[in-house]
Nanobody
Framework: QVQLVQSGGGLVQAGGSLRLSCAASGIVFMINTMGWYRQAPGKQRDLVAN???????NYADSVKGRFTISRDNNKKTVYLQMNSLKPEDTAVYYC??????WGKGTLVTVSS
């Protein structure tokens, strides 16, 4: 059974940094794309960034240059380093493995 356990997040002032982690279990080989999504109150869940097995990355325009996604296949973990955070980054952040598996979400709150 695949499980994605998220850690990190919390409250930070604008301009600050946070790092999110998502550790997978129940997966033998981490062959699929991993990603981070976010959902603000009253809004749909949107892609923040994703990364393929070989390290190709894709970012939402709103986070380019500020966020960095990375993965450690040996540790079966994906990370999201978030710098220069803005109040509009406030949301629940979810990790995703492939198309079918989601983490439970972690709240990131950026105060102005």
């Amino acid at each position: 059974q695949v499980q994605l356990v998220q850690s990190g997040g919390g409250l930070v002032q604008a301009g600050g940094s946070l790092r999110l982690s998502c550790a997978a279990s129940g997966i033998v080989f981490m062959i699929n794309t991993m990603g981070w999504y976010r959902q603000a109150p009253g809004k749909q869940r949107d892609l923040v960034a994703n990364i393929t097995l070989t390290g190709n990355t894709n970012y939402a325009d709103s986070v380019k240059g500020r966020f960095t996604i990375s993965r450690d296949n040996n540790k079966k973990t994906v990370y999201l380093q978030m710098n220069s955070l803005k109040p509009e980054d406030t949301a629940v952040y979810y990790c995703r493995y492939g198309m079918d598996f989601w983490g439970k979400g972690t709240l990131v709150t950026v105060s102005s």
